[in-house]
């Protein structure tokens, strides 16, 4: 783990352009992040959670029936004194009360047909790697995920 304190909108920028999501396609990608918010992680890691979330976030709107209106993918964060919370929110189908037992355990939370289920346990395991946490938020419509993330103590 390579942590540091650096600029998160950036990494979100480059997810965002990573999966084309700012392509002038059906669905809409927001930022609604302070580009003065840091965060104390590792890089490689915070691009390859929220290359997750964002990647599933897609598939799940992509799978709705057609006629359905436009997608959204939305990522807001706020910094409360010594931890930072990211969410990452869709308007996309939800997800099925069957799959929320087993969302964060390996090869069983997928609801997709040819999903390996590997994307939100390995997400998981690198928000406790940075003494952080990640969890589904209950949401009226579609799916939110929080990352939250604490700033490591000062030595």
Same mark, same amino acid.
């Not at 840091?38 to 029936?65: K, M, P, T, Y």
């Given at each position: 783990?390579?942590?540091?304190?650096?600029?998160?909108?950036?990494?979100?920028? !480059?997810? #965002?352009?990573?999966? *084309? %999501?700012? +392509?002038?396609?059906?669905?809409?990608? /927001?930022?609604? =992040?302070?580009?003065?918010?840091?965060?104390?992680?590792?890089?490689?890691?915070?691009?390859?959670?929220?290359?997750?979330?964002?990647?599933?976030?897609?598939?799940?709107?992509?799978?709705? !029936?057609? #006629?359905?209106?436009? *997608? %959204?993918? +939305?990522?807001?964060?706020?910094?409360? /004194?010594?931890? =930072?919370?990211?969410?990452?929110?869709?308007?996309?189908?939800?997800?099925?009360?069957?799959?929320?037992?087993?969302?964060?355990?390996?090869?069983?939370?997928?609801?997709?047909?040819?999903?390996?289920?590997?994307?939100?346990?390995?997400?998981?395991?690198?928000?406790?790697?940075?003494?952080?946490?990640?969890?589904?938020?209950?949401?009226?419509?579609?799916?939110?995920?929080?990352?939250?993330?604490?700033?490591?103590?000062?030595?």
């Amino acid at each position: 783990q390579r942590r540091g304190v650096i600029a998160l909108r950036p990494v979100l920028d !480059e997810v #965002g352009e990573a999966l *084309g %999501l700012y +392509r002038d396609g059906p669905i809409k990608f /927001e930022l609604d =992040v302070d580009p003065e918010i840091r965060i104390d992680a590792d890089r490689e890691h915070l691009f390859r959670i929220f290359s997750n979330l964002c990647r599933n976030a897609v598939q799940a709107i992509e799978g709705r !029936e057609a #006629g359905a209106d436009g *997608g %959204l993918v +939305r990522i807001s964060a706020s910094r409360e /004194e010594h931890s =930072v919370s990211v969410v990452v929110s869709d308007n996309g189908p939800g997800i099925p009360a069957r799959a929320r037992d087993k969302l964060f355990q390996p090869f069983q939370g997928s609801t997709r047909r040819g999903g390996t289920g590997l994307g939100l346990p390995i997400s998981a395991e690198l928000a406790q790697a940075h003494g952080g946490s990640l969890r589904l938020l209950d949401t009226s419509t579609g799916a939110a995920f929080e990352l939250q993330i604490p700033d490591r103590p000062l030595q």
